[in-house]
């Protein structure tokens, strides 16, 4: 359908000039005013009306928010730091290479220049696709708060579809990584419509490391994408694979586990119940891929 | 709704514009420059039609605010030419027959330089994965990714 009306509604663009500025206005204004960065999303909602939106707050270009770096303590990724910056980054194909994987089956090239990790974790979508790496890599995010900043893990930073812990002035500045486990080796599975380009019908990653502190000898990260109000981590399945030896009985078991913990919707891109038995498929097949790589 | 003074730099010449808070770059570059080239398809971020180089790198144009544009240098189809003579994608989509309705075309071929310009010889992959945001109803791609490798292979 051709849109005869590109327009956005109105409201006005604020530029602050540093985090404590953008933070002390975002908290004046809780309901009126959004932070943002490539706006890919945020511009999306606004269209369609699903927002209504004051004031728009880019945080872009503020100090403590533009570098990638990387260090013997891991990997850091400021908020504006682009998915196409994420996906050329050496640090990152080399030690994070589901981050890379996951970005580039992000829509396009031309929305990745403007796309970021922190804009898709914020925007807290249940199908983001750079989230369930970001989860099994064990990402923290770092929040900026003019009253305080903090800490806080990815695990635990979602609470519904498009909600999360952020309080009002909260700022993400950066998401950082630690160094993954020795040994480790990780799959991401996306399932879309077609192969490039569409959004999760069923997203699946996968990550997993010798571990002689548990039973199994292994460990795995599992996080679930398109298929619950929140991104999801299978906790269960991921329990099972750490105390029960493994073989191909336990990982069709961990995937019917996956299966399980999930509560898909029916929409345009899949019905529910096609979802969960992708969940099941594809659970088991990433386990399988990963702990062929592993043992 | 507050208006924003911005400098910017369009196909090589700098332009101050007074623009809303709500214009994207898309509306400025159409409406407020009249350099027309550059096409509104779905105004979501998903055809490509409205694609331009900002600073080097592509962006769709209907997702970006004409007010976080001061500074930046943007170049559009009509920035493609040089001295009267088209920019050797341009030649090859003519020659490959690439061009059916012609809608997709300016966004194509801006997606298409930015590959060349990133990677001087992709492989077919590379072309189709730097293309996957232009969407084309006419030709099929076939022939768009037959002048992008042509294109491609004279700059060896």
């Not at chain 1, 533009?66 to 980054?89: E, H």
């Not at chain 1, 990152?92 to 929305?111: D, G, I, K, R």
């Not at chain 1, 998401?175 to 990780?186: D, E, N, R, T």
């Not at chain 2, 605010?65 to 040089?82: D, K, P, Q, R, Y």
């Amino acid at each position: 359908m051709i849109n005869p009306l590109p327009g956005l509604p109105e409201f006005d663009y604020i530029q602050p000039t540093s985090l404590e500025e953008a933070s002390h206005f975002l908290a004046q204004h809780p309901a009126e005013a959004r932070p943002f960065l490539g706006g890919t999303d945020c511009f999306v909602h606004m269209r369609d009306g699903a927002w209504k939106v004051k004031y728009m707050v880019d945080i872009k270009n503020l100090d403590g928010v533009k570098n990638i770096s990387f260090a013997p303590a891991g990997l850091t990724i400021g908020a504006s730091v682009n998915m196409n910056q994420v996906i050329a980054s050496p640090d990152v194909n080399q030690y994070y290479p589901l981050l890379a994987e996951a970005a580039h089956s992000v829509a396009s090239y031309q929305l990745r220049t403007r796309a970021t990790i922190v804009g898709n974790i914020c925007n807290a979508s249940p199908a983001g696709d750079t989230i369930g790496a970001c989860i099994v890599y064990e990402g923290q995010l770092h929040i900026y708060n003019s009253k305080g900043s903090r800490t806080e893990p990815l695990r635990s930073f979602f609470t519904g579809p498009g909600k999360t812990i952020l309080q009002p002035g909260d700022i993400v500045t950066a998401i950082s990584f630690p160094i993954p486990p020795a040994g480790h080796a990780g799959k991401y599975l996306k399932l879309g419509r077609n192969k490039l380009g569409d959004l999760a019908i069923v997203g699946v990653t996968a990550l997993g490391y010798p571990d002689k502190a548990v039973p199994s000898g292994f460990s795995f990260k599992l996080a679930l994408a398109s298929v619950a109000p929140v991104p999801l981590v299978a906790t269960q399945a991921e329990a099972l694979l750490a105390n029960k030896p493994l073989s191909e009985a336990t990982i069709a078991e961990a995937a019917q586990l996956a299966m399980d913990a999930c509560t898909p919707i029916d929409d345009v891109r899949g019905g529910a119940r096609y979802r969960k038995y992708m969940v099941r498929n594809l659970t088991r097949q990433a386990i399988s891929d990963v702990w062929d790589r592993i043992r | 709704m507050s208006f924003h003074r911005i400098n910017v730099t369009v196909n090589g010449t700098t332009e101050q514009v007074d623009v809303p808070s709500n214009m994207t770059l898309l509306q400025m570059l159409r409406e407020k420059l009249a350099v027309t080239g550059t096409k509104n398809g779905c105004a979501a971020g998903e055809c490509g039609a409205c694609t331009v180089l900002m600073n080097g790198e592509p962006v769709n144009s209907c997702m970006v605010l004409a007010a976080e544009c001061n500074g930046a240098e943007i170049v559009t189809v009509e920035g493609l030419s040089h001295e009267n003579k088209l920019d050797p994608i341009q030649e090859e989509m003519i020659k490959a027959g690439g061009v059916q309705c012609g809608f997709c075309t300016p966004g194509v071929l801006i997606s298409a330089r930015a590959l060349l310009n990133r990677n001087p010889k992709p492989n077919e992959f590379e072309i189709r994965d730097a293309l996957v945001g232009n969407l084309c109803r006419c030709t099929g791609y076939i022939r768009i990714i037959e002048a992008v490798k042509n294109a491609a292979n004279r700059s060896a």
